[in-house]
Nanobody, 124 residues
Framework: QVQLVESGGGLVQAGGSLRLSCAASGGTFTNAARGWFRQTPGKEREFVAAIDWNGDNSAYSDSVKGRFIISRDNAKNTVYLQMNSLKPEDTAVYTC?????????????????WGQGTQVTVSS
């Protein structure tokens, strides 16, 4: 089983930055694409960003493009989400997920394993 653990969430004022981490635990590395999603209570979980295992391809939602950067360090089996110029509407639980295939995807149904999520709260 693949286990993913997110970290780096917290409370930040608008305009600030946070870096989220998504580490694979249990000594498992699938060499597959990973993505970040976010969800606010009462709303559907939405795609944020994705990256393939080698970092050659990435994708972002329009709402975060130009502000967020996804990257990965395969030696640490960790994917990062650098979040800059944060806005109150970015407030959500951010969850990391991995596919079995090394092809980036934007649909949550395309992902096989999910972490527990980390809370990001942006105040105005």
């Amino acid at each position: 089983q693949v286990q993913l653990v997110e970290s780096g969430g917290g409370l930040v004022q608008a305009g600030g930055s946070l870096r989220l981490s998504c580490a694979a635990s249990g000594g498992t590395f699938t060499n597959a694409a990973r993505g970040w999603f976010r969800q606010t209570p009462g709303k559907e979980r939405e795609f944020v960003a994705a990256i393939d295992w080698n970092g050659d391809n990435s994708a972002y939602s329009d709402s975060v493009k130009g502000r967020f950067i996804i990257s990965r360090d395969n030696a640490k089996n960790t994917v990062y989400l650098q979040m800059n110029s944060l806005k109150p509407e970015d407030t959500a639980v951010y969850t990391c997920a991995t596919r079995i295939l090394n092809i980036i995807a934007t649909r949550r149904q395309s992902y096989n394993y999910w972490g527990q999520g980390t809370q990001v709260t942006v105040s105005s």
